[in-house]
């Protein structure tokens, strides 16, 4: 069984950097995709960042980019969004979540999500 577990959420003034961490555990994870999504409070859940396990390949919403990079850590099975230049419309819980077969989606079409982290970013 597959588990996601974010960390790394917190609040931060507008302008300011945060680190989320995904560590994903029971799987293999050569194949897969992995992404971060994002809900706001009243929104949809919206697309953030993915990254090809095998490839190291990378996919943005056009608003994070220049500002969020994602990436992966094969040693310690962790992904990983660093976000710089945080603005207050960032504010969301963050969600990691891996598709087994490597699709790449902006949809919310993944197999495993986890639990989310809460990041607020005060303007």
């Known amino acids: 069984q597959v588990q996601l577990a974010e960390s790394g959420g917190g609040v931060v003034q507008a302008g300011g950097s945060l680190r989320l961490s995904c560590v994903v555990s029971g799987g293999t994870l050569s194949s897969y995709t992995m992404a971060w999504f994002r809900q706001a409070q009243g929104n949809e859940r919206q697309f953030v960042a993915a990254?090809?396990?095998?490839?190291?390949?990378?996919y943005y919403r056009d608003s994070v980019k220049g500002r969020f990079t994602i990436s992966r850590d094969n040693a310690k099975n962790t992904v990983d969004l660093q976000m710089n230049s945080l603005k207050a419309e960032d504010t969301a819980i963050y969600y990691c979540a891996a598709d087994r077969a490597g699709h790449i989606s902006t949809f919310g079409t993944y197999d495993y999500w986890g639990q989310g982290t809460q990041v607020t970013v005060s303007s």
């Open positions: 990254i090809s396990w095998s490839t190291g390949g990378t």
